[in-house]
């Protein structure tokens, strides 16, 4: 069964203080590793996906890189506007391609001015 | 170009009552897949649907079933609910492999069902 362990699940910055969130995972076949960002309330916002080890990926503030067995989301330089939780998930290979997504219990990031 | 749609935003239902939550998928996809997040926890998988048929189930009671439509929208009927069926409802749509590559599933802002 894959499963996804994401640490911290809660983590409080500074504003300007970067860190790394982390998501170790199991899969029978990774097909993509997924980093999604959500907002109280809201459904989960695509980031990024990741293929396969030495990935790496970059948006504003955002990196997102992949192993074997984890991915770091690293956070630079964040503003308060960055404070949400972030979901990991994985998708295994299989037969055809949509297949299901497999979530960590998230990070729940607050950027404090 | 809109996004996910899912109706309603909000429901409150009694124990053992039925529920039917609706989905629009983002245009030009075509697979739409149901999950529940509860308070606090990630999103579980509870199915997906692709050309009018459950193609995937997760791990959820036969009490939970659903449709896709021909125009690609979806429904999720819940019987006989439980105060643990309380949760976020999050539709999310993609497209399939065989025509598109994956740039991650389009997930809607879900229907808050609570249930008393």
């Known amino acids: 069964e894959d499963q996804v362990t994401q640490s911290p699940e809660a983590l409080r910055l500074q504003e300007g203080e970067s860190s790394s969130l982390n998501c170790s995972y199991t899969?029978?076949?990774?097909?993509?590793l997924f980093w999604y960002r959500q907002d109280p309330g809201k459904g989960p916002e695509f980031l990024f996906t990741?293929?396969?080890a030495g990935e790496e990926k970059e948006k504003e503030r955002l990196k997102a890189t992949l192993t074997k067995k984890e991915s770091f989301l690293h956070i630079t330089a964040p503003k308060p506007e960055d404070s949400a939780t972030y979901l990991c998930?994985?998708?295994?290979?299989?037969?055809?391609?949509?297949?299901?997504?497999?979530f960590g219990t998230g990070t729940r990031l607050t950027i404090i001015p | 170009d809109a996004g996910v749609t899912q109706s309603p935003t909000h429901l409150i239902k009694t124990r053992g009552q039925q529920v039917t939550l609706r989905c629009s998928p983002k245009?030009?996809?075509?697979?739409v897949s149901w999950y529940q997040q509860a308070l606090g926890q990630g999103p579980q998988f509870i199915f997906q649907?692709?050309?009018?048929?459950?193609?995937q189930r997760g791990n959820f009671p036969d009490r939970f079933s659903g449709h896709q439509f021909p125009n690609y929208s979806s429904e999720l009927n819940v019987n006989a609910l439980l105060l643990g069926d309380s949760a976020l409802y999050l539709c999310?749509?993609?497209?399939?492999?065989?025509?598109?590559?994956?740039?991650?599933?389009?997930f809607g802002s879900g229907t808050r069902l609570t249930v008393v």
């Open positions: 999310a749509s993609s497209w399939d492999r065989t025509r598109r590559p994956d740039y991650g599933y389009t």
């Open positions: 899969v029978s076949g990774l097909r993509g």
């Open positions: 990741l293929y396969s």
């Open positions: 998930a994985v998708q295994a290979k299989s037969d055809f391609g949509n297949e299901k997504l497999t």
């Open positions: 245009s030009g996809h075509d697979t």
């Open positions: 649907y692709y050309e009018e048929e459950e193609r």
